[in-house]
């Protein structure tokens, strides 16, 4: 077998290990369960090996949709005792335990994706016939219970909601969250070298935060007025966005939800102003923003430069952003480090503080293209393809030496390498 079709081989058996009864673990121990954008990724990779699995993966985990239409990060299936919270920490007493937050909203984009490479026509039909009342209340949910004052730009409350837990973008904001005082007893380190994890000080805010929701009986108006963490977060907002452009497009294609379209447009309209607020001619970047203390964070993160992916950047503001773009590509060995390495808190090692994550890459890459950058993108797809065939199927990977890092045999690294350049 040539290299590439043993990579092939290998990345369709690490979905097939890691799937459980019809959803797939990111990876085993570390993270036993479902999580929300991990799942519309590996859908991705699965379309590949099995298409009727790949759209089970998204029935799993719209089994966790809340009656409010949040589809929420984690989707706690069956009890496993490997991980920290699990959800009698929590607290949420749905039929489905889950968790109490959302992550990025890449699931409609996935979808629509996975329509249009289906080669299994009715198949996809049907499906998406199901799903779209779905797809659709989760998106309304994110403007409506995230952006009650309209302002276009949707609010995020817990770094993990991000799904970039401890990017140095939220760290002025988590530090103004108290500390829980109390003791426990974290998990991911009996997996994974601290040096790759998030501090205790972070963790102990986490926690406040889960508690904090479960306090406030999960009522979106107390913890909209009283949340201690309140963030607008370019990587959600961008990648919902997009993935809205993507709903109104499936809503079209089938002729129907007319009166939801319309709202749509309006939200989008509302963001492509919003957005402006967020860019600072300083930084010539777009930056995300404390809602509370109403300042920018100066931190340069993938989330930042993710407007692009979205298409929210004006050709004046791409203009600014070019540039820092590609210093970014070539700042550190590999791209695209998680914090950009001139900013003081870039780490290449430590998780979302400066390692290369390459479902990242790949919707930096997809909006790099969508603004003619076809140099840029090459320079990502060929970084993420090296990284890979170099070091394995990790979490994610050192940007200066490109050493694989956090958990191996990993779900959506599989599932990107296959859906993107295998
Ligand atoms: C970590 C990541 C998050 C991901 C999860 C499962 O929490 O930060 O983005 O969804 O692991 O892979």
Known sequence: MTDKKVLIEQAKNILKRNDVDGYTVPTHDLYPFQWNWDAAITALGWMKVDESRAWLEIEMLLKGQWENGMVPHIIFHKPVDTYFPGPDVWGVKNDIPTTAISQPPVLVSVVKMMSEQATDKGLAESKLAEMLPKLIAYHQWWYNDRDPENTGLVVSYHPWESGMDNSPAWDESLAAVPPVNYT????????????????????????????????????????????????????????????????????????????????????????????NTLWSNEHNSFLNKDVITQKLSPVLTTGTMLVIYAELASAEQMNALKPLLNEWLNETKYCMSSTYAKCEAFEPQRYWRGPVWLHINWM????????????????????????????????????????????????????????WFL
């Open 364 to 419: 930096i890459a997809l909006g790099a293209d969508s603004y003619g950058l076809s140099e840029e993108s090459a320079k990502l797809k060929s970084d993420s393809e090296e990284l890979l065939t170099k070091f394995g199927y990790f979490e994610y990977f050192n940007s200066e030496t490109g050493v694989g890092c956090g958990g191996d045999d990993f779900s959506w690294t599989a599932a990107i390498a296959l859906h």
């Open 184 to 275: 426990y007893k974290r998990k991911d380190l009996d997996h994974v070298d601290s040096d790759e994890r998030p501090h205790a000080e972070q963790y102990d805010r986490y926690l406040y935060l889960v508690d904090f929701f479960k306090n406030s009986n999960f009522d979106s108006e107390v913890i909209y007025k009283n949340c201690p963490y309140k963030v607008y977060d370019l990587g959600i907002i961008s990648i919902l966005h997009k993935a809205t452009k993507d709903l109104i497009y499936l809503c079209k294609q089938s002729n129907t939800n007319e009166q939801e379209v319309t709202w749509f447009n309006e939200q989008l309209a509302l963001t492509e102003k919003g957005i």
